[in-house]
């Protein structure tokens, strides 16, 4: 167990669809990064949050949004989902802004558009 | 813009031999490099990482290799086992996000 924590594990929904999905960093970690990993890509990042704010943007479509909150979870919301967002999504955390030493992935959310 | 990549995208072993999974770095600003290991249905998992002061550092049967002057870096596996088969990734962090390669793919035949 990496101490951060995503739910749900699998996801399928329909085309035009929108899910959200959940983060929970690990213990002490004020950041909370999102990545998206398809069969034909790498990971790609997509977007940071410290302390509630966002850090920085990556490869983030216009559909896909997240925020943290108070407690420091976080929360990607994707809508208007096409076939081509199946994908698996992680979240990462690290204790600092730009300090990524630590940097510590959770299991994963697997998403399937049907 | 900076990237970072692996040379071989499929390694294949006998269980017992040493793997070694090489990664290109194109910053050469960069003083801090992770590889993570990837099983099937899991997130990436730490395994060693290595300051840019540093040319080697070693950990429980891995080591890492850094070598500046050609911008490249190397994670060696000793006694592979079944249970290293996985995707590799190196990656660079610090004070930057961390950029992934595609991966290596290491299969470990028994």
């Known amino acids: 167990d990496s101490g951060v924590t995503q739910t749900p594990k699998h996801l399928i929904t329909a085309t035009g669809q929108r899910v959200t999905l959940r983060c929970s960093p690990r213990s002490g970690d004020l950041s909370v990064y999102w990545y998206q990993q398809s069969l034909d890509q790498g990971l790609q990042f997509l977007i940071q949050?410290?302390?509630?704010?966002?850090?920085a943007k990556g490869n983030i479509l216009e559909r896909f949004s997240a925020q943290q909150f108070p407690d420091l979870h976080s929360e990607l919301n994707l809508s208007s989902l096409e076939l081509g967002d199946s994908a698996l999504y992680f979240c990462?955390?690290?204790?600092?802004?730009?300090?990524?030493?630590?940097?510590?992935f959770g299991s994963g959310t697997r998403l399937t558009v049907v | 813009g900076e990237s970072v990549g692996l040379h071989l995208p499929t390694l294949s072993v006998q269980e017992g031999d040493n793997s070694i999974i090489n990664c290109a770095y194109s910053?050469?600003?960069?003083?801090?490099f992770i590889w993570y290991k990837q099983e099937s249905g899991k997130g990436p998992q730490f395994i060693i990482d290595?300051?840019?002061?540093?040319d080697k550092r070693q950990g429980q049967r891995v080591t890492v290799l850094l070598n500046k002057t050609v911008k490249h870096l190397s994670l060696q596996i000793a006694a592979t086992q079944p249970g290293d088969s996985a995707v590799y990734f190196c990656a660079e962090g610090g004070s930057y996000i961390p950029t992934f390669g595609r991966g290596t793919s290491l299969i470990v035949h028994p």
């Open positions: 990462a955390s690290s204790v600092g802004d730009r300090e990524t030493y630590g940097y510590t």
């Open positions: 949050y410290y302390n509630g704010e966002e850090r």
């Open positions: 910053n050469s600003a960069s003083d801090y």
């Open positions: 290595i300051r840019s002061n540093m």
